[in-house]
């Protein structure tokens, strides 16, 4: 289904993030929902808007539930990349082939990144879990870390 809605164009791009991005890299943890990280279309009020995406998905059957739209019994949490780490998390995602098809997931150094930044308790133990189980690149997620102004919070977390 992302990838009807990227073609239709109701978002520009995406890439599967949060707890089941990260499990692609590790081992499974239990997560309540699938987040998806969308670049939308620039609108020209500068408003940040999930209706197309909700009325696209609406139109096909699919319903709200809270914050997500339940998809063949997932549900889906849409977070717009809010800032320059997740548009370039969404940018440089890693295409993968699950069960035959296709889809996009965040670069495990992205996803720490994105915990570090986030700064939840939550997302302290996946940096743990990423930094343990995860083939990280660490010459790619020292440049990402520097770009994004995170090595001080990097060196607390992990020494």
């Known amino acids: 289904m992302l ?17 089941m991005g990260a499990t692609f890299y ?12 969308v670049l939308l279309p620039q609108r020209s009020s500068g408003l940040v808007s999930l209706t197309s995406i909700y009325e696209a998905l609406r139109a096909r059957g699919y319903g709200e539930e809270k914050e997500t739209v339940m998809i063949e019994a997932v549900p889906v949490q849409f977070l717009p990349a809010y800032n320059a780490l997740i548009e370039e998390a969404v940018a440089q995602a890693r295409e993968i082939d699950y069960e035959g098809v296709p889809a996009r997931i965040a670069r495990a150094e992205h996803l720490v990144a994105i915990c570090l930044q986030t700064g939840r308790a939550k997302d302290r133990a996946r940096v743990a879990i990423l930094r343990e189980q995860a083939r990280l690149d660490s010459n790619f997620l020292a440049a990402v870390l520097k770009r994004h102004q995170l090595e001080e919070k990097w060196k607390l977390w992990t020494e």
């Open 26 to 37: 590790t081992e499974p943890v239990l997560t309540f929902d699938l987040a998806v990280f």
């Open 3 to 19: 990838n009807k809605l990227e073609k239709e164009g109701v978002f520009s791009r995406y890439a599967i993030g949060g707890a």
